[in-house]
């Protein structure tokens, strides 16, 4: 048995929850990890690096998640929905420049009804039939997740958050439930959709052993696809002292999970980019292999504002998007025109 934890897992063997954790528990920045995940990301999926249209639709929400900055209690927050004109506007911009998934994502929002989603997704699906669409519109019930993928949806991004009850009582409010959050992803699974889950990255009270809890919570659901970013804080929320995520640990998190799931659609995430000048490169390197820009309008972007300084640099444009291009053909990698469907 080869006695690297690193090798071991790249070889395609759990490890012991002792062997995570150590894995876990130091930010040292670690080029092997690096290296062997980003030889695993290679044997699956080439240099190819999907791009996602990311549309923020609207940043109302009635939730009221103790790190994000949209949550229902900041009334610093202004709020705005796109209307269907301007959401399909986002398509269309963003078809023109190679995108062929579009991401749209919100807070949860009661004025958008399933009668209205359903209606969003079945036109974006007639006018773009090429294209995939991704939901990340939170909890519903089995019923809504079943009208949304009738109504032509493809996948749906919905992190977990921690599979700590304990520390996901610490996050949020007492009126949700763990528990509820995982019902949602197995009945989205079941019904079909593509599935992302997902953590963040050192949010007030987590450790190593959490991340644990998480790898194995993952390793049981199999999602296709799994977000994680460092936690950022956001001044007008009951952890605006807190401190912030840490570069290093997320970019060894995103290898272990490379290195354990070969074929899952890893996004290089915003909060990556914001925490470090050149944090999506340092992400694709260490095994990530899906960049998120954002399609939506300039002057609401930086009204969804999940935690401060959030990266400004859209997709919506040629420029941006000839620089991410170029940024990532820097990092060694090749952005593709393509659904980008899991392997
Ligand atoms: N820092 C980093 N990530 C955050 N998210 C929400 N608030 C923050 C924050 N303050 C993440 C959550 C959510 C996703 C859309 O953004 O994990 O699921």
């Known amino acids: 048995m080869n006695a690297d934890p690193a090798a071991r897992l790249a070889a395609q063997r759990t490890l012991s929850d002792g062997e995570f954790v150590g894995l876990l528990s130091t930010d040292r920045y670690d080029a092997d990890l690096f290296a062997a995940a980003d030889r695993t990301r290679r044997s699956v999926y080439g240099t190819d690096v999907y791009i996602r249209g990311l549309i ?9 998640c103790l790190y994000c900055g949209i949550r229902r209690d900041n009334r610093n927050a202004s709020r705005y ?16 420049l190679g995108y062929r998934t579009f991401v749209l994502q919100g807070g949860e929002d009661p004025y958008f009804t399933d009668e209205r989603i359903c209606s969003l997704v079945s036109s974006i699906k007639e006018r773009f039939p090429d294209c995939a669409v991704t939901l990340s519109i939170g909890e519903k019930s089995r019923a809504s997740y079943q009208a949304y993928f009738d109504a032509g949806a493809d996948r749906y991004l919905l992190r977990h958050e921690t ?18 959050r ?13 599935v992302g889950a997902g953590m963040m990255v050192g949010p007030p009270g987590q ?24 936690y950022l804080t956001h001044r007008d929320t009951p952890f605006a002292r807190e401190q912030n995520g840490s570069l290093s640990l997320t970019l060894r998190l995103l290898a272990v999970l490379r290195l354990m799931f070969p074929r899952a659609l890893i996004p290089a995430t ?13 992400g694709l390197k260490a095994g ?8 939506s309008p300039a002057d609401v972007r930086k009204k969804y504002e999940l935690y401060e300084n959030k990266l400004r640099v859209g997709g919506d444009n040629a420029a941006d998007r000839s620089e991410l291009e170029r ?3 820097a990092a060694g990698y090749r952005v593709v025109v393509d659904r980008g469907d899991p392997k």
């Open 56 to 64: 923020e639709f609207t940043n109302y929400c009635k939730n009221n």
């Open 81 to 96: 929905r796109l209307s269907g004109e301007e959401i399909l506007a986002c398509c269309e911009a963003g078809w023109e």
């Open 163 to 180: 599979a700590d009850p304990g520390l996901y009582g610490r996050l949020h409010p007492a009126e949700m439930h763990l528990d509820n």
């Open 182 to 194: 995982i019902r949602c992803l197995y009945d989205l699974k079941e019904i079909g959709f593509a």
């Open 207 to 230: 450790t190593a052993a959490h991340l644990v809890e998480d790898l194995r919570f993952l390793e049981e659901l199999q999602p296709q696809m799994i977000g994680i970013g460092p």
């Open 270 to 282: 915003t909060a990556l980019g914001t925490i470090h000048p050149e944090g999506r490169e340092l």
């Open 288 to 295: 990530a292999n899906v960049i998120m820009p954002n399609l």
């Open 327 to 329: 940024r990532v053909e």
